[in-house]
C-alpha cells in the first residue's frame, strides 16, 4: 500500500517534471524564432503573434494534461482506492 | 473533537469536488447512459446568456456611432470571420462555418470563463438548496465548469468531426471522397496488388488521422480546464487548511496571492483555448475543402 503511494508520488512528480521540461522546450524556442523573426520582417509581426499564440496552447495543452491527470492520482488516486 | 472528524480531509474535499451531478453513478469508462446534469445546465444557461447579449447588440446595432458593447461585438465577429476567410476559402460554406466558428468561440470562452467564479461560491449554494430540498447536504455535487468535462468537450469535437465528413462529402462527391481516402496520403500505383495494398494502408492513416485530431481536439480544453480547475481547488485547500492548524495563519495570505496569480494567468489560459478550438475547428473543416 504505502509502496504503491510513493511509486505513484513519485509518478505525478515525474509526470509534471519532464511535461514542464518538454514545454518549457518548445516555448523558449518558439519564442526565440518568433523574435528573430519579427527582428527581421517587423510587417509581419501581427500576423505571426496570432500563430504563436495558437502554437503556444498547443504547445501548453500536453503539458496541461499531464499536470491534470498528475494531479488527479495525487487526489484521487484509483490505485489505492481499490 | 466530534467536529473535526467530520471536517473533510484534502483528499475528501477535492474527490467531492470532482463528482458530476448525474442521474447514476458512472461505472465504466465509457458509460453511455449517464448523464452530467450540472454540465448540460451550465452549459445551456451560458449558452443562452452569449445569445441574448449578441441579440442585445444586434438589435440595438446602428450605423451610426456604434456603443460599447456594439463595438466590442463587432470586434469579435471581424477577428472570426478574418481567421474563416484565411482557412477556408469557399464562400458558400464560409456562410455557415464563420457563424459556427463565432458560436464555438463565445460559447466556449463562456463555459470556461466559469472557471473564475470562486470554486465554492455555487457548490456551497446548491449544498443549502439540495439540502432544504430534504436531502443530504454533504452528498450535494456540482462541478460549474462544463469545458472541464470529458463529454462536454468530446462532444463539441466530435460534432465538428461530422461536419468536416458531411463538407468531405459535399465538396468533393462521395466518390471523390472515398477515392481519396484510399488514395491520401501515399497516393497510388499502377499494378493493381500495389495499389490494394497501398489503398488499405492510405485507408488505415486516414481513420487513425480522423480519430487523432478528434481525440486531441476533445482532449487538449478539457486538459486545459480540468487541470485549470484543480489547480484552483489546491488553493482553495490551502486557504482551508488554515482553519485546522495554529502555525497556519499566514496561509490565507498565500490563498489569496496564489489565487490571484493563477486567476489572472487563467485569464489567458480560457481565451486562448477558446481561441485554439474555433481555430483548429475552421483549420479542419478547411482540411474538409482541400482536395489532394
Redesign the interface.
Known sequence: MENILGLVALGCGLIVGLGAIGASIGIGLMGGKFLEASARQPELMNELQTKM??L???I??AF??????A??FA??NPFVLA | MAAEAHAPTASEYIVHHLQHLQNIKQKAVIDMSVVNYDSVIVGLLVGGLGLFFFWLAARKATSGVPGRWQAAVEIMIEMVDTQAKATIHNAQSRKLIAPLALTVFVWIFLMNAMDLLPVDLLPVIWAQIWGAAGNDPHHAYLRIVPTADLSTTMGLSVSVLVLCLIYSVKIKGLGGWMHELVTAPFGTSKNPIFALILGVINLFMQIIEYVAKTVSHGMRLFGNMYAGELVFMLIAVMGGAAAMSLSGVLLPVGHIIAGTIWAIFHILIITLQAFIFMMLTLIYLGQAHESH
Open positions: 499564440f495558437v503556444a496552447g498547443l501548453d495543452a496541461l494534461i499531464g499536470v491534470a491527470i494531479l488527479l487526489f484521487a
